[in-house]
């Protein structure tokens, strides 16, 4: 079972593999969901590639972001560049870049990102479908869901172990997104979730913080049910906390010892963390997940804020700190606190390298902060963090030879990929000392410049013969001139096509059928009013018998999946052909239907031509545009899509929607006064924003209303700004 280690940087990556992990995950440019990590250069990346190879590690590049339409070409070459330093796999959330992988890249394996939402042994189905060679599986799932899709799956599975976890179902956040155009789904996320807000019933508390993920007690049952991979959560973290949790996970699965988890427990303890849970692998965890009278902030408490002005802060230590130690001093409100690092600490006007608990200190600093604030530890120092990796060596790819030598009196034959070289000799017999095959299997070996890896399948020769060195250099150089030669021909030739944006785009918009449908949730009147629309009733599917189109519920556990099937066969036999996607596992299911029309919508992610043709081929008819897209955004996608779009012009929007026991309910607000309002239904907790999402129609689309009252606040999302 491989252990999957997290890499903001190029240090990380090192001491990461150092430690004892098998694989490092990192991310490339801008197009992973890791935005705010320092992430990677090109050369750092070659760098990393290249250690971890020589330590027969892999390294896989995240690329699990949405991508606009106006930035295909840019994130295309952010590919060909990550591609050169030879991934083992790329991880990917986006069904575009997927397309795009599979089109220019396709000798680099897919890993589907958790961001996907992938829970249920029909979404593996489909992973396997479209192309994926792994599943990282959705965070929210128990173990029993977990064993049954283990048992089921035909691809790797992947499963987080450790770190930090998402209050939300994974892929569907929009939570950050709508405090500012922060997407999750972006790499951006602010972390709302981590705030102090207050109900109508005069509680407050960080309703939507959950503890962190430790799981040292269950890889027995992860190796009993076949996992692939143990994934480790942290691109954001240092280098201390990524080497200690990589130990940890490294000693236990190296160790039978039953006295290994008491001792890995300890190690434990010291590692700078939230409180620590199973996440959502138990019924138990996953109903305790969230203490809200908890900040559950990252890092250890070490001290709070007595005193504080222009020239800095005065406090008192809970604990050790040592000059050099990372802390984040914390508002009471939860929202992002100030990093910084304890180079300067006075104790009584002197300057000291360490604090015991009770030592009270001034540090200079400029920062807004107030008294009551909260200091937490977040990383300390480690054995080679501090180390200049810029002197390692770059990834050089090569290309692997095969070669067959024959020697005889009279000539010298190479047998190549592309064919037979030859050259005319004239050797004689050897007096003493005859050429062996291992001096000339080491001889050509070494090609032009070492630009290729070679292999020597056979070394016949013919004879005893004394083969002077001069000629035999002579034909050495001359094979190898004549090889490079047919090799960078070949290369001309088997080059890849040039990307094209628009490879997908329908250029003839008369060709593409405008629909001018309106769908609508509601019962009642949207009051839309238009002679050229069609209405359909768009129903949940318990109340298909009402509807003319049935939209399938986004989430279904394992256990579920059968009663789903049964409920959309008795719609498929009442007369239902109409059915609205929102989740790709939906896929499986649907597939045994030729007679059907399949539409998408919230809350599966189309946000680029790519994207669409990845479903059109997949049997989809139209396609909803995603709500985060913003006006250039989303008029750039409507034009090059080669499906049918909707526009959802009116709709509730959740914001976040979890497995974990939420203990509020009705409406909150934020310190910011944002309003919000907490649901439960069908085991799942829903945040919505009170503002119903109201957006401009696009001339060539349809339209989705879910009818508003006009008392109603409204909203436009991230239309009328740039989708960040």
Not at 547 to 573: C, G, H, M, N, W
Request: with cysteine; charged share 25%; aromatic share 10%.
């Amino acid at each position: 079972m491989q252990l999957l280690a997290p890499a903001g940087n190029l240090s990380c990556g090192i001491i990461a593999a150092e430690s004892g992990a098998d694989a490092i995950y990192a991310g490339f440019s801008r197009f992973n969901a890791r935005q705010m990590a320092k992430n990677f250069s090109l050369d750092d990346l070659s760098r990393l590639s290249e250690f971890l190879k020589r330590k027969n590690k892999k390294l896989y590049l995240t690329l699990n972001t949405l991508i606009k339409e106006t930035e295909l070409e840019d994130f295309y070459k952010s590919v060909e560049e990550a591609s050169s330093v030879s991934p083992d796999a790329f991880i990917v959330q986006d069904l575009g870049v997927l397309q795009i992988l599979k089109d220019y890249f396709p000798h680099i394996p897919v890993h589907a990102s958790t961001q996907m939402g992938i829970h249920n042994s029909a979404g593996v189905e489909i992973a396997k479908d479209l192309g994926f060679s792994r599943v990282i599986l959705e965070r929210q799932i128990t173990r029993e869901e977990l064993k049954i899709i283990s048992q089921k799956s035909p691809l790797e599975l992947e499963v987080f172990a450790h770190g930090a976890l998402c209050c939300s179902l994974s892929g569907v956040c929009l939570f950050s997104s709508s405090l500012g155009g922060f997407s999750g789904n972006r790499g951006l996320c602010k972390q709302p979730c981590r705030r102090r807000y207050f109900s109508s019933d005069g509680r407050d508390g960080f309703f939507f913080s959950p503890k962190d993920l430790e799981t040292i007690e269950m890889i027995d049952f992860f190796k009993e049910i076949g996992i692939a991979s143990l994934k480790i959560e942290g691109r954001l973290k240092r280098e201390d906390y990524v080497a200690n949790v990589v130990q940890m996970y490294r000693r236990i699965l190296d160790s039978d010892s039953e006295k290994i988890l008491s001792e890995v427990r300890d190690l434990s303890e010291s590692v700078v963390q939230r409180k620590k849970s199973y996440g959502f692998y138990t019924k138990k965890s996953m109903e305790n997940l969230i203490e809200a009278d908890e900040a559950g902030n990252f890092g250890n408490l070490v001290g709070k804020i007595l005193k504080a002005d222009s020239k800095g802060f005065e406090f008192e230590a809970f604990s050790t700190i040592l000059k050099g130690d990372r802390v984040r001093l914390q508002s009471r409100s939860g929202e992002d606190g100030h990093g910084l690092t304890m180079v300067s600490m006075y104790r009584n006007r002197k300057p000291v390298a360490r604090l015991n608990r009770g030592d009270r200190c001034f540090v200079p600093s400029q920062l807004r902060l107030k008294v009551g604030d909260s200091i937490f530890k977040i990383a300390s120092s480690v054995a080679g963090q501090n180390r200049d990796f810029s002197s390692l060596p770059m990834y050089k790819k090569s290309h692997t030879v095969n070669l067959s030598i024959f020697i005889s009196a009279k000539k010298i034959m190479i047998s190549t990929e592309f064919g037979e070289w030859f050259m005319d000799l004239s050797l004689e017999v050897a007096k003493s000392k005859s050429l062996n095959s291992e001096f000339v299997s080491d001889f050509f070996k070494n090609s032009i410049d070492n630009k290729y890896l070679v292999e020597i399948d056979d070394v016949c020769i013919e004879g005893e013969l004394f083969f002077p060195t001069s000629i035999m250099k002579n034909a050495k150089r001359e094979f190898w001139s004549w090889f490079d030669a047919l090799f960078i021909a070949n290369q001309l030739q088997e080059e890849k096509r040039h990307f094209d944006a628009n490879c997908f785009s329908c250029r003839d918009l008369q060709a593409r059928e405008i629909r001018q449908d309106v769908y609508y949730c509601n019962d009642h009147s949207c009051g839309v009013e238009s002679s050229s629309s069609i209405y359909k009733i768009a129903k949940p599917l318990e109340g298909f018998k009402e509807a003319s189109q049935v939209v399938l519920p986004f989430f279904v556990p394992e256990f579920q999946l059968e009663k789903l099937t049964e409920s959309i066969d008795d719609a498929y036999r009442s007369g239902i052909r109409d059915f609205r996607i929102t989740n790709l596992f939906h896929f499986a299911i649907l597939k045994k239907y030729n007679d059907i029309e399949i539409s998408q919508g919230f809350p599966l992610p189309i946000c680029n031509s790519f994207a669409v043709e990845a479903v059109r081929l997949m049997g989809l008819s139209q396609v909803q545009a995603w709500v985060e897209l913003d006006r250039n955004s989303r008029s750039e996608f409507c034009k090059k899509s080669s499906l049918p779009v909707e526009i959802p012009v009116e709709m509730r929007l959740p914001l976040l929607v979890t497995r974990a026991k939420i203990n509020v309910s009705g409406e909150i607000l934020d310190e910011r006064q944002n309003e919000f309002i907490v649901e439960s239904k069908d085991s799942l907790f829903y945040v919505y924003s009170k503002n119903f999402l109201k957006l401009e129609e696009e001339k060539s689309c349809s339209k989705y209303f879910e009818a508003a009252s006009d008392s109603l606040k409204t909203t436009d999302f991230n239309f009328s700004r740039n989708w960040e």
